[in-house]
């Protein structure tokens, strides 16, 4: 039996672990400013400023820029994905209508005070990185598993059948998403009023939901 190589890669101790996850953290918290401080089309260049570090830098921890978009994407998608889950959670006890307020208010609050980050994720980052789509719509399916969880639990309760729940949930967040999309822009309401119309759009048609899934005969077309 041939003896074995020595390997040439030398173990890391815990602590050069733990220097590289903060410098990397640092390096994401000036990438961070840099798109705040100048708008989604930021370069490199700009953010190694930012971080007072060489542009290789960046190279040596994320690979290339794709690799440091999708760190800032997985970044910003946990933000908002927490901001979501919290605020629904706090509602939890004032019934389905509330978690939903509570939800898209959430989401349009991120949107609204960072409005360039926003436009780098969902506009820049997952144009030019394959694998910060692949975030993004991991995140927006997420919060249909959410809010599908929320209805199934509320229709179960009225004794009704949770299966619609799937649908609904995820109609929602892509109307609640687009709309988000056009008003940073458009930005032609306040917030409140816009979660006031989306709200009442989506719980009149929730609310009427009930009757129709108790009918027996299937409407669908055949």
Do not use: C
Not at 9 to 20: G, Q, T, Y
Not at 142 to 151: K, Q, R, Y
């Amino acid at each position: 039996m041939k003896p074995r190589r020595a390997s040439n890669r030398r173990r890391m101790s815990p602590e050069v672990i733990a220097r590289k996850a903060a410098k990397r953290q640092h390096l994401l918290d000036a990438a961070d400013r840099a798109i705040r401080r100048r708008g989604p089309t930021v370069s490199m260049d700009e953010i190694a400023a930012e971080a007072s570090t060489a542009k290789p830098v960046l190279y040596r921890y994320f690979g290339d820029k794709g690799g440091l978009y999708q760190a800032l994407a997985q970044r910003y998608v946990q933000q908002v994905m927490d901001a979501v889950t919290d605020a629904v959670a706090k509602e939890e006890a004032a019934g389905p209508r509330a978690r939903l307020w509570a939800g898209i208010d959430a989401y349009l609050q991120l949107v609204e005070s960072s409005p360039d980050v926003y436009r780098f994720l969902m506009h820049r980052a997952v144009r030019e990185r394959a694998e910060a789509q692949s975030t993004v719509t991991d995140f927006i399916r997420g919060l249909g598993d959410e809010l599908a969880a929320i209805f199934a639990e509320d229709l179960k309760k009225r004794g009704l059948d949770p299966h619609p729940a799937e649908t609904w949930a995820r109609g929602i967040v892509g109307m609640v998403h687009v709309t988000g999309d056009w008003w940073i822009e458009d930005r032609s309401m306040t917030r409140t009023r816009l979660v006031e119309h989306l709200v009442t759009l989506l719980w009149d048609g929730l609310r009427n939901a009930p009757r129709s899934n108790r009918r027996k005969v299937d409407l669908a077309p055949q």
